[in-house]
């Protein structure tokens, strides 16, 4: 069902540009699907939904009993349960276009629904590195000698095609300690000098950072089900990232007020490697 309210259609637009600077900053760590057909399932309260993480090594020798190459790795479905997300602004008034400057609701409307979904996306995605295991190989680095060295000693790492995630604190360590040696640059010219694809600040992050590999982790963004019967309801998708958010209109005749939402589920999973960090996957650095 498409929305019909001037007021929301107008704000569509900003609403994804509240939310789209968070998007782009979490696909740098792993390719994201959020078109609706992946995986098609129906996400309703309490459903577990799968996302591809995957584990592969270098092909072995050729078995000839499966008439195949063993693949030395795995490629699981890894599970995850999203959260729902809903954000939103009261509206009082007998409809969303009357008594609500037009231009009014899409800066509150869109600011404080986009914004918020934005930070529960960035809080799914923390929450997931947060639960890897630290690994007791890979250690934080002390020296700006040390920060190129990073992740050097794991054996199957490519470093070259994976992303450090890091929190405020060592982001900030980071910049200082190549810039005593007059080395500065954007996140990305830092983390391609020490040998990685790309840098990603994740806020509040536990762990100083986290090296990311390539298919290591996993998101998914659905609009759910909708079972209510509300005022006015419609689905809008970011033609540039292919996120859809739910846009809802309820009555609240009590206090003759309407209460519009942005309705969103997300969720983020991820592969750690062993604590040793012998197995391929996101190597937590204490």
Known sequence: MALT?????????????????????????????????????????????????????AAAAYDATSNNYRTGGKTDWAELTATHYLQGFDITGVNVDQGVDAS??????????GSGIAMACQNAVKSALDGVTASTKVTKPEAADAMLA?????????????VLAVNGTF?????????????????????QYMGFADMVLIPGMAASCAIVPANSIGFIGRVPAILADYKEV???????????????????????????????WFGCTVQGCAAGASTAGIIKVA
């Open 234 to 264: 419609g689905t809008e998708t970011d033609p540039d990232t292919g996120l859809s958010v739910g846009i809802v209109v309820a009555s609240d005749q009590d206090h003759n007020r309407l209460i519009a939402n942005a309705d969103l």
């Open 104 to 113: 009014k609701m899409k800066q509150l409307f869109t600011a404080r629904a």
């Open 5 to 57: 309210s001037p007021a929301l259609t107008l704000s569509v637009e900003a609403l994804f540009a509240n939310i789209k600077p968070t998007l782009t900053a979490i696909k740098k760590l792993g390719v994201t699907d959020f078109s609706a057909a992946a995986p098609g399932v129906d996400i309703k309260p309490g459903a577990t939904i799968k996302v591809p993480v995957s584990s592969v090594s």
């Open 171 to 191: 982001l900030a360590s980071i910049k200082a300690k190549f810039a005593a040696i007059n080395i500065t640059g954007t996140m990305t010219e830092l983390a």
């Open 150 to 162: 990073l992740g050097d000693d794991v054996a199957w790492l490519d470093k070259a095609t994976s």
